[in-house]
């Protein structure tokens, strides 16, 4: 059975950094390699809006909110995606999910809270 479980997220002064992980189980090593895991965040009152993916090994994509701060990467070995966030903002602050499809099925983790204050 697939589980996705965030972790790393806390409380951090504006323009500090976080490195936020996603651990996925369920899944054999070669089909990790191959399967893409995104970034998500929902701020109160808001719509869960894409923050990273990561597509393949090499390959990633970023909200315009996010480009030049924030960084995705895979650890293989662990089964993991990290998204390492630099120069936070309180508009940051925001639940954090990662997310995958497989066979047809979304997958979501519980979330990782990230609240950055000024």
């Known amino acids: 059975q697939v589980h996705l479980v965030e972790s790393g997220g806390g409380l951090v002064q504006t323009g500090g950094s976080l490195k936020l992980s996603c651990r996925v189980s369920?899944?054999?090593?070669?089909v990790f390699w191959d399967i893409e895991v995104d970034w998500y965040r929902q701020a109160p009152g808001n719509q869960?809006?894409?923050?990273?993916?990561?597509?393949?090994?090499?390959?990633?994509d970023y909200a315009d909110s996010a480009k030049g701060r924030f960084t995705i990467s895979r650890d293989n070995a662990r089964k993991s995606v990290n998204l390492q966030m630099n120069g936070l903002k309180p508009e940051d602050t925001a639940v954090y999910y990662c997310?995958?499809?497989?066979?047809?099925?979304?997958?979501w983790g519980p979330g990782t809270q990230v609240t950055v204050f000024s």
């Open positions: 997310s995958m499809r497989y066979r047809g099925q979304d997958y």
């Open positions: 869960r809006e894409l923050v990273a993916r990561s597509i393949s090994d090499r390959s990633t």
């Open positions: 369920g899944l054999i090593l070669s």
